[in-house]
């Protein structure tokens, strides 16, 4: 038989190591960028736009903060930027292909895990409403080119002029000046990526650009690719991407930031380890592009990372929308 006395300091012991290792645990987790929340309470609704799209976050917050669906409310956020003839980088008054082709790609992904996207769509304004028909309406996760662009028009779509004036003009003196390469523009980008958690605590993502300036024509860049541009898990997070689409696509960014938070890391971490797997992998074009992150977990915690220092972010949470800079790999 244990006498009382042993028992006793029994059991002072283990709570003593379990008070000592669990503060250990602790400050491990949080070394490691993982923070226990498992007790932590969600900040919901909250959306989260790439650069200055504080009128997205807007448009969708009007959703969220009416008690509607995260879907709805990214779709209502990428149209506004799709909509907008000065942003440059997506949608209506989106910069040509070097040919003059507006040429534009999209996907949207639900709480579900439902995914649609559409790559080189022409002449349709709101390619990430086609890609939510496309994810709704068939069996398919991309259609692209001459076939998405024939499932819109079949949908009822309008089939429109992209080109603005402005765009045509910035092409044609291009032309003249370049060599005829492809180029990206590392200051300016304008692709939306847009993330949104509702007050059902369902997370939705979308992702819609004109890809590359001059690009070359049949250029596909991240946007549009499950993973690449976007990746939404509603168990985990989401993520989303912007930048030179072919650093993202080699690294699988937005599917490596998810992975990343599954495996207990914070949203901010999880961007930054994206960021600098690039880095690791392709350091020349590293140093010379920019490419930008954006993580949103299912408590409502975000981060933001981007390989050059410019990279900004609207955020609407807690009845406030907020632009703000994310941190960068490089300096100015
Ligand atoms: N990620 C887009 C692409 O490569 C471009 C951008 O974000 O500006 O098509």
Known sequence: MFSRRFFLKQTLLASTTALLYGGWWHR???????EDS????????VVIATWDNRSATAAAWNILSAGGRALDAVEAGARVAEADPNDTSVGYGGLPDRDGNVTLDACIMDEKGNAGSVTYLQHIKHPVSVARRIMEKT????????????????????KENLLTEE?????????????????????????????????????SGACSTSGLAFKMRGRVGDSPIIGAGLFVDNEIGAATATGLGELVLKTLGSF?????????KHPQRATELAI???????????????????????LGRHG?????????????QDGQNRLFEADSLFSR
């Open 28 to 34: 491990r987790a949080l070394f490691l960028g993982q």
């Open 38 to 45: 498992k007790h932590a309470k969600p900040r919901l609704p």
């Open 139 to 158: 069996p398919h996760v991309i259609l692209s080119g001459d076939g998405a662009l024939a499932f819109a028009l079949q949908e009822g779509f309008p």
């Open 167 to 203: 765009a045509r003009r910035q092409w044609e003196a291009w032309k003249i000046k370049s060599e005829y390469k492809p180029v990206i523009n590392r200051e300016r980008h304008d692709t939306i990526g847009i993330l949104a958690l509702d007050m059902q605590g369902r997370l």
């Open 256 to 264: 490596l930031i998810v992975e990343e938070m599954r495996r207990g």
């Open 276 to 298: 600098r797997r690039i880095a690791y992998k392709y350091p020349q074009q590293a140093r010379e592009n920019q490419v930008g992150f954006l993580a949103l977990d299912r």
């Open 304 to 316: 933001a990372f981007s390989l050059q220092p410019g990279f900004n972010y609207a955020l609407y």
